[in-house]
């Protein structure tokens, strides 16, 4: 059963070898406990196709995620995305367009969110956020 959900900056921290805490941390769990969001994956793979090496980068990217399941994106997840939206616009806090997809995402699936970045996803409502670099 899926309990956390990696954002896109805690994956490219792992993929650069400089998360070794999240690292141990998801060693602990069993294989099946995590995730990413196909959000998540499209930002990965449009860094990978950027870089200076795209194949030997989506090599990398493709062992990364070998043992993680890929979430797509539905019709929950449309509907909360919507609401989240909404709410962050009427407080004047919004964040960055992906990251709140993300942040439905995880929200939609009442998953923990695994991020370096609490200052944007601490402002969705009802959301879990753990920073596990700190």
Known sequence: MI???LDSCTCIEL???RA???????????????????ITLAELQYGAAKSSDPARHAELLAK????LSILPFDSVAST??????????RQ??????????IAAHALSLNLMLI?????????????CVKDWQG
Do not use: H, M, W
């Not at 070794?20 to 196909?38: F, G, N, T």
């Not at 909360?80 to 616009?89: A, F, I, P, S």
């Open 115 to 127: 991020t370096g970045n609490l200052g944007e996803f601490s402002r969705v409502r009802g959301l």
């Open 20 to 38: 070794p805490r999240v690292r141990r941390r998801l060693e602990k769990l069993a294989p099946d406990q995590a995730a990413i969001s196909c």
């Open 80 to 89: 909360t995305y919507g609401r989240v939206r909404r709410e962050l616009e």
């Open 3 to 5: 309990r956390v959900l």
């Open 64 to 67: 990364f995620c070998a043992p």
């Open 92 to 101: 004047g806090t919004p964040i960055g367009p992906l990251d709140t997809l």
């Open 15 to 17: 993929l650069r070898g």
